[in-house]
Each structure stands twice: as structure tokens, then as C-alpha cells.
């Protein structure tokens, strides 16, 4: 078994599909937080098979549109001062705009900055580059933190003097209370992202279940998984229950990854963080440890302090919310597309307004 | 997978063997995948599509 086609037969697919369309009769909204789960469900067409009464909602599951705008123009204000810096970063963070300026444009301007696939080749430019100073410009939720940690934690191990990382990273389980309790949606369900949960455990999501009374499915990438995950769902809606289940048990257990969770509690602690359309969201972020901080880029440099205003064309804030479809912003494939992104949804690879402009608006979108 | 050869770290993970399929992220492998498990997934879904009686 290869463990990718298996889960993308087409006839098990509409198989599934049509089982939801036999058992749902509910008027409901059922929100998925994660980029990859926003591009399966455009790619393959999904929101346009499920019936009418099932509202899909794309939330915020890309971690690069949640950071704040104010952030970008930190990193940017940063590399503009400091001449002797490598930036190291992710490829979706390069073209974000800021208020001004997006990495990309920095980097034209004359800035080092690298694009790294693991922040471990953050670690390579410093140990290759000696007499410069590599800052890792890090964002993601916890599939990615324990990469960063790891990172970090082997930087200090090394004894290494010229790096030291500058981490913007958030947590899923307290954006989906905020969602909850910010009662502007009337959420009935949650599709849960299978890689942020194969690290933190589905019993994450166990407050939803007691305190909020709202299932909750953990589904995986392939279409096969995402339409499995949205029949369990629409059958514990259907029989009103709300229990935490996960479809995506070959990678997906209730503990997590012990070695992960460890190795972020190593490095990190919770504070609170600012998220791009949602404002201050309370004990949602991490920032390194006090042990950590020679290789905290904010505690090591003189890091502008910055506004957290969002810039007033670009919509993303509601789209990350899923109050709006990137089809309702007056800007979406007209001024704002992937070649001239005005905001992050368009820019990241994970981005709802990315995945609309690439698969097509589906026509149940709102 | 298809060819495509990368390196990752296996420090998030216990007792991974040549053979196996692992979750990659960012140059570390998250998770193993379970083979038992996915058999029984599709399992599952089988049962589901052909209205045979089986826990979901």
C-alpha cells in the first residue's frame, strides 16, 4: 500500500458523498481550519457536491494569513536597519505584503533572505556564514512549532553565536474558542486539521465536546479522508451528538506526539498573539523561554516596535474568519491576485482566496 | 515518494525502519503511518458505501 491512492478512488468518493446526501436534513455550518484542507475541498470540487443545507466554511488554517500585518513590517523594518543579517524564511512568507513592503521586494532591494523547506537550513547558513548573523523568521501552528523548537534547541546545544530566530507561531485549539465564543458564526461543527493533530492529540479539541457542545472530526488530506470526515460529521450532527472522533487514525492518535509536545514545552511557553481579521486572542501564541533568549531575535536585536493596524483594502480578516467568501471582496481576481496579491490568503499556498482563484469559485459559495 | 529523495530528521519518532511510510513536515517526520490502521479505514469506508453494519 502506498497510502495516497487508495485514498483519492473516485468511485469510493462519490460513494461517500452520496451517503451524506441521503442522511443530512440539518441546516448546518461546519468550519475547517487548515490550508491543506481548504485546497483539497477546492481542488476536488467537494462544497459543490454537498447538499445545499450544509454550510462549509473555510476558516483560519494557514498560518501565514494569520500574521498580523504589523509583524511583516517588523521583520522588513528589521532587515532594512541591520546590514550584516541573513533572513531565513519559509517560501509563503517571501511575497506577503506588509503595510508597505513584502520580503520579496526587500530582497530585490538588495536584503539577504533565503528561503528554507526545514528551518534546520537555518542552521547551515549561520555554520556557512560565520561572520554574518542568520535570523530564522519562523511562522506556523504545531505541525510546524516542533520543527522551530527543535531548531532553536539544537542552536543553543551547538553553542552557535550567530543565530537566532525570530517565531511568530500560534495554537489552533484557542482560535477555534475565540471563533465559538465570538458568536458571529453559529458554528455547529469542526473538520480538524490531521497534521496539527497528529502532533497535539485530538483530546485537544475535548473543551469543544464538553464546554460547547460541538463535534468535532479529525480528518486527513487525501479527498477520500476529507469526505469521510465530513459524513461522520454530518451523522453526528444529524443525531445530535458532539463527541472529538478522529477519521484519520493511521496517522492520528488521541495522545499525539509525545516527543513533539515535549520538545515545543522545551522551548516555548503560551502568550498571547495577535492573528490577522481577529485582533488579541488571549494565551494563542508561544515565545521562547527565558532560557532561550540568546537566540531570541527580539531579545538579541533592537527590533522595531510596530502598530498592528491591518491596511484597509484587503479583506483577508473576514475571509480568515469565514464571515466572507473570497468572492465578496471587491478586490478578489481583479486588483488582488496571485501575481499582485494585496493580502495573505491570496499570496500563501494554503490560502482560501488562493484556493478559489485556482479551482474556481464553487457555485454554493455564499 | 515517486522518486523524489529527501532527507528528514527521525528525532519526533520511535523505531522507524527502512520500509516504512512516514508524515514529513519541514525536514522531520511527524509521525509513522499505520498500515493497520489505514487498512481498516478503507475498510470502513467500504462497509459505509456497501451499507454493511460497522462502527464508523
Redesign the interface.
Known amino acids: 500500500m502506498k497510502f495516497i491512492d487508495e485514498f483519492r478512488q473516485k468511485e469510493s468518493s462519490q460513494g461517500l458523498l452520496k451517503k451524506i446526501r441521503d442522511i443530512s436534513t440539518k441546516k448546518v455550518n461546519i468550519m475547517e481550519i487548515c490550508g491543506t484542507h481548504t485546497h483539497t475541498i477546492s481542488k476536488y470540487g467537494i462544497r459543490d457536491t454537498l447538499p445545499s443545507n450544509i454550510r462549509l466554511i473555510s476558516g483560519p488554517g494557514c498560518p501565514v494569513c494569520v500574521t498580523a500585518s504589523g509583524d511583516i513590517d517588523k521583520i522588513i523594518a528589521f532587515i532594512k536597519d541591520e546590514k550584516n543579517v541573513i533572513i531565513a524564511t519559509f517560501g509563503d512568507m517571501m511575497r506577503v505584503p506588509g503595510t508597505v513592503s513584502s520580503l520579496q521586494e526587500q530582497k530585490a532591494d538588495g536584503s539577504d533572505i533565503r528561503v528554507v523547506y526545514s528551518p534546520l537550513g537555518s542552521l547551515d547558513i549561520a555554520a556557512a556564514n560565520p561572520t554574518k548573523e542568520v535570523v530564522l523568521f519562523a511562522v506556523g501552528f504545531e505541525t510546524t512549532i516542533p520543527t522551530v523548537a527543535a531548531t532553536i534547541y539544537l542552536a543553543k546545544e551547538r553553542k552557535m553565536k550567530n543565530f537566532s530566530a525570530f517565531t511568530l507561531h500560534k495554537l489552533t485549539p484557542p482560535a477555534m474558542k475565540a471563533l465559538m465564543d465570538s458568536g458571529e458564526l453559529n458554528l455547529h461543527g469542526f473538520l480538524c486539521p490531521g497534521h496539527v493533530t497528529a502532533v497535539i492529540g485530538a483530546h485537544a479539541y475535548k473543551f469543544l465536546s464538553d464546554d460547547y457542545n460541538t463535534p468535532c472530526v479529525v480528518a486527513g488530506f487525501e479527498p477520500l479522508d476529507a469526505i469521510h470526515g465530513l459524513f461522520i460529521l454530518t451523522k453526528q450532527l444529524e443525531e445530535g451528538n458532539a463527541e472529538i472522533i478522529i477519521q484519520y487514525k493511521r496517522v492520528v492518535t488521541w495522545e499525539g506526539n509525545k516527543k513533539a509536545q515535549q520538545m515545543m514545552e522545551q522551548v516555548f511557553e503560551k502568550c498571547d498573539s495577535v492573528w490577522r481579521g481577529f485582533g488579541k486572542i488571549p494565551m494563542s501564541g508561544l515565545r521562547m523561554r527565558d532560557e532561550y533568549s540568546d537566540y531570541n531575535a527580539e531579545c538579541k536585536f533592537e527590533m522595531p516596535a510596530i502598530d498592528y493596524e491591518d491596511p484597509g483594502a484587503c479583506t483577508c480578516g473576514n475571509v480568515l474568519k469565514g464571515l466572507s467568501s473570497p468572492n465578496q471582496c471587491p478586490f478578489f481576481s481583479t486588483a488582488c491576485t496571485p501575481e499582485t496579491p494585496l493580502g495573505p490568503c491570496m499570496v500563501s499556498s494554503e490560502g482560501t482566496c488562493a484556493a478559489y482563484y485556482k479551482y474556481g469559485v464553487p457555485t454554493t459559495a455564499i | 515518494?515517486a522518486g523524489t529523495t529527501k532527507d528528514a530528521?527521525l528525532?519526533?519518532?520511535?523505531n522507524v525502519t527502512i520500509g516504512d511510510?512516514v508524515?514529513i513536515?519541514?525536514?522531520?517526520a511527524?509521525?509513522k503511518?499505520?498500515?493497520k490502521?489505514?487498512?481498516?479505514?478503507?475498510r470502513i469506508?467500504?462497509d459505509?458505501?456497501n451499507d454493511k453494519p460497522s462502527n464508523?
Do not use: K, P, R, W
Open positions: 515518494m530528521s528525532m519526533f519518532t520511535d511510510y508524515i513536515h519541514a525536514g522531520f511527524i509521525q503511518v499505520n498500515e490502521e489505514a487498512q481498516e479505514t478503507l469506508i467500504n459505509l458505501i464508523i
